[in-house]
């Protein structure tokens, strides 16, 4: 491992005899756009992550709520406290609220009394003529009133909001992000870029240009893995460098989403591609990429 010390902002923990994951304990395995993921459907626990993450120069990290439990999401918070009060790991957590529910501003407030809790990720991805890219039930959740007033309750809390959506969503995120410019946004997984055609990135190219005309938005270079499962360099560099530029380096950080993005390779490789990629960029910027945003922006 060479380059600057990594704050790996979005990863995941699993513990199946103890807890309840419906996309993990699925029998068959959901038809996702993961593809085949059993390899992954097994615990993946506290000891698992850093001896993953060690090799890769991982000093902080961030857990990104990973479909525990919808009865009990803050049972997830809890168990993740647990966790860092023994090891230290993870140093932010972000949880599970809908926001569209009567309960949100409740549970917020239950989150909140956990010290590590730093925001919510509820997945919006939702793609009508296609099935394998819906993670959420319905596709109306950014124009609900309800779900609206939810979000509005993040910004009085001080806490961010981990957006995960497809790039024909991204024009209704950004009405929704604009009517409440206080809260903090960090798009998942560079906007999930999934189809490379020249048409469908003029899409994704579009929305990621408006979502960063807003001050209040910034972006993970992560996910990789979920589009091409053993990614390399070459196939991923115009996406991190055009999403960098787009962006700007001060808005934007790299993270590992594991295990999924385990499914092909080490949390090391893909530490060691995004470093390739940006090989070029001086030390400042890439400590900023690596580190310094995902500390400033989840506030660890």
């Known amino acids: 491992m060479n380059g600057p010390g990594v704050v790996d902002c979005h990863h995941h923990l699993w513990d199946l005899a103890a807890h309840r994951y419906d996309w993990l304990q699925a029998d068959p395995i959901l038809d996702t756009l993961l593809g085949d993921y059993s390899p992954i459907c097994r615990d993946y626990l506290i000891e698992d992550y850093l001896a993953d993450a060690r090799p890769a120069g991982v000093v902080k990290s961030v857990h990104v709520q990973c479909e525990f439990d919808h009865a009990n999401p803050v049972g997830e918070t809890e168990w993740l406290q647990g966790l860092a009060d023994r090891h230290a790991f993870p140093h932010g957590i972000v949880g599970f609220v809908n926001l569209g529910a009567p309960d949100a501003a409740a549970l917020l407030d239950a989150h909140s009394g ?36 939810g979000f509005s309750e993040l910004a009085r809390r001080g806490l961010s909001f981990d957006l995960q959506i497809l790039p024909l969503q991204m024009g209704e995120a950004y009405a929704a ?12 997984h560079a906007g999930l870029p999934l189809d490379r055609t020249p048409e469908a990135l003029d899409v994704w190219r579009a929305g990621m240009v408006r979502l960063a005309s807003l001050p209040s938005v910034s972006v993970k270079l992560s996910g990789f893995g979920m589009m091409d499962r053993a990614p390399r360099a070459a196939t991923i560099r115009p996406i991190i460098r055009e999403v960098i530029e787009v962006f700007g380096v001060d808005r934007a950080m790299f993270a590992s989403n594991f295990p999924v993005d385990g499914l ?37």
């Not at 919510?120 to 007033?149: H, I, K």
């Not at 400590?287 to 400033?296: D, I, K, Q, S």
């Open 264 to 300: 092909g390779g080490d949390l090391a490789d893909i530490y060691d591609v995004y470093r390739s990629v940006v090989a070029d960029f001086s030390g400042d910027e890439q400590t900023a990429l690596f580190a310094g945003n995902a500390e400033r922006f989840y506030r660890i």
């Open 177 to 188: 992000l604009a009517a409440c410019p206080e809260a903090p946004i960090v798009l998942d």
């Open 114 to 149: 956990f010290a590590n809790f730093r925001g919510v990720r509820q997945n919006l991805n939702f793609d009508p003529a296609d099935p394998r890219r819906c993670f959420t039930d319905r596709g109306d959740y950014l124009s609900d009133p309800a779900w609206r007033r």
